[in-house]
């Protein structure tokens, strides 16, 4: 329930900022885009895996926040002795939100965020992390961006064996963006969180091409890693997607 506190508190912030924002301006700007993939098999072993991704981001002429959630769910079947066996292998959900108040230098902001997560067969089963930082824009050309943010945070999870682990992270992210034509995009995300007991990469490498004006297909490969985990769990996950991506 904590943990759900915190990110309730966390998006109630981003959104009453925006709200004061629109009052004293102007209504921000809303790009909200879903997506969905889902690959199911049949005969001798048979399953459904699915994969889902929102992302809403707002801009106001004072703030520029995000709300995003993800999920992926695998489930196999198998026939044993004439008795269909159902096992679930992958179960997990993750929610985020940011509130970016802006600078006067042009994509410079101060933030503030909050992240959720449950992963039933992860090296880490429940997982919460608030932070504050400063983003920027490394660097910009016609038709890249690199994107930075630094900032100290806070981290709260529950390991598979049951270890509670908590205390202040250093967090950083870097994002970048080419826009190869108008019909065609590659993104390469990183995100770091480090403290005293783990460090956690969380990486998503994807490349976009647009079908219509509103939707677009997407291939995806994306890996976290914690430098340690319990013994019987691996230190690497990895998934890769295909997804369509729907835009309004």
């Known amino acids: 329930m904590k943990y759900l506190t915190t990110l309730i508190l966390a998006s109630g912030l981003a959104a009453s900022n925006a709200l004061a924002a629109e009052d004293i301006e102007q209504p921000g700007n809303w790009i909200i885009s879903a997506e969905i993939g889902a690959i199911t098999t049949s005969g001798n072993t048979s399953g459904t895996s699915v994969t889902g991704k929102f992302e809403a981001l707002q801009d106001t ?52 965020l909050a992240s959720l997560a449950e992963d039933k067969y992860g090296a880490y089963t429940k997982s919460a992390s608030v932070g504050v930082g400063h983003g920027f824009r490394w660097y910009q050309s016609a038709n890249k961006t690199l994107d930075m943010e630094f900032g100290p945070g806070y981290f709260d999870g529950t390991r598979a064996n049951g270890e509670q682990e908590r205390g202040m992270i250093v967090r950083g992210r870097a ?70 991506v729907y835009s309004f």
């Open 61 to 112: 002429p004072l703030w520029s926040n995000e709300y995003t959630g993800n999920g992926y769910l695998k489930e196999d079947r198998n026939r044993i002795n004439g008795e269909d066996i159902r096992t679930r292998s992958a179960q997990r959900y993750q929610l985020g939100a940011k509130a970016g108040y802006k600078l006067l230098e042009e994509n410079s902001t101060l933030y503030m």
């Open 175 to 244: 994002a970048f963006r080419w826009k190869i034509n108008d019909n065609a995009a590659f993104a390469q995300n990183l995100t770091v969180e480090r403290g005293s007991w783990n460090m956690r990469s969380t990486s998503e490498t994807s490349l976009s091409t647009r079908i219509n004006g509103s939707m677009q297909m997407k291939a995806a490969f994306r890996a976290q890693n914690d430098s340690s985990v319990p013994v019987d769990k691996q230190n690497t996950d990895t998934q890769t997607s295909l997804t369509l």
